[in-house]
């Protein structure tokens, strides 16, 4: 075969909606614990110079926010990891479906992604025993502990569930600063609003990130304008949007993570052909 057909043979394997959904989640796990990364230190910045001037009424929340960050890197290993063995056993479920039917011959490609789960030949020809080529037999090898999509259903409806609180809770403080933002509007257009500018407060024991012995603990008036005024507001509101948005990208990819590997398993489930489940 040439280098091009045998490349079109195994693109025709390709499991293109795993593709889309490791891409996906690779960039949104990076946009997520990056920009959120990153918002939590502005948060920290700005609860210490305009909202507390006592280190013991934000310890806690700074031992929160290190928590938190520390929660950060550990996810973005682990779903690095885990996503490319996703896109593995998309690989490997997506060839043995091809194979079942008719749509994938068994080149060496062929052979090489889809002889473990499918039960494929073992090799033997008229001369008898053959020597497996080193990459079928890689692909074997991890075809023993690749070949059960079913168990990665279940792992990645659990890790769906997981990410769907952390997607409510990246949701919480994008809430926290839009109130706080639309406060500030209120406040440069007093004629809109028919409150006293005086009164107009973004008060942060109100949400809990201080106590409420916490002082002064709010902001009003034109010195609340003035911290909405501020790159640092600014650039910290729009990490947290960014962080939601990647939170809601991988949401999306574990999604598809599951549609694409339970079509899979109820396909060689159900059309047999000496699968191994």
Not at 185 to 206: E, V, W
Not at 235 to 262: E, K, P, W, Y
Request: proline residues 3%; contains cysteine; glycine residues 10%.
């Amino acid at each position: 075969l040439g280098l091009l057909e045998c490349c079109a043979r195994c693109l025709i394997g390709a499991p293109f909606a795993s593709l889309v959904a490791t891409g996906l989640c690779f960039f949104g796990v990076a946009l997520f614990c990056g920009c959120g990364h990153e918002a939590l230190t502005g948060t920290e910045q700005l609860i210490e110079t305009y909202f507390s001037k006592n280190y013991q009424d934000y310890e806690y929340l700074i031992d929160v926010i290190h928590v938190f960050q520390y929660f950060i890197y550990g996810t973005s290993s682990f779903f690095f990891l885990y996503g490319a063995l996703l896109l593995a056993e998309g690989f490997y479920t997506t060839g043995a479906v091809r194979q079942i039917f008719g749509d994938y011959r068994t080149t060496i490609c062929g052979k090489g992604l889809s002889a473990t789960v499918t039960g494929g030949p073992k090799g033997r020809g008229a001369r008898g025993p053959q020597r497996a080529h080193s990459l079928q037999r890689v692909c074997q090898c991890l075809g023993k502990w690749l070949g059960h999509p079913d168990k990665f259903v279940g792992i990645t409806y659990v890790l769906s569930i997981i990410w769907l609180l952390v997607f409510a809770c990246s949701a919480v403080p994008v809430y926290i600063y839009f109130n706080t933002w639309t406060t500030c509007q209120s406040i440069a257009n007093p004629s809109k609003t028919s409150a006293s500018i005086g009164t107009l407060c973004a008060d942060a024991r109100m949400y809990g990130v201080l106590p409420w012995n916490a002082f002064p603990g709010k902001v009003c008036g034109s010195n609340l304008l003035s911290i909405c005024k501020t790159s640092e507001f600014q650039m910290t509101f729009h990490l947290f949007i960014a962080a939601f948005v990647g939170a809601a990208a991988t949401l999306v990819s574990l999604l598809t993570f599951m549609i694409a590997a339970t079509y899979n398993f109820a396909v060689l489930k159900l059309m047999g052909r000496g699968t191994k489940f």
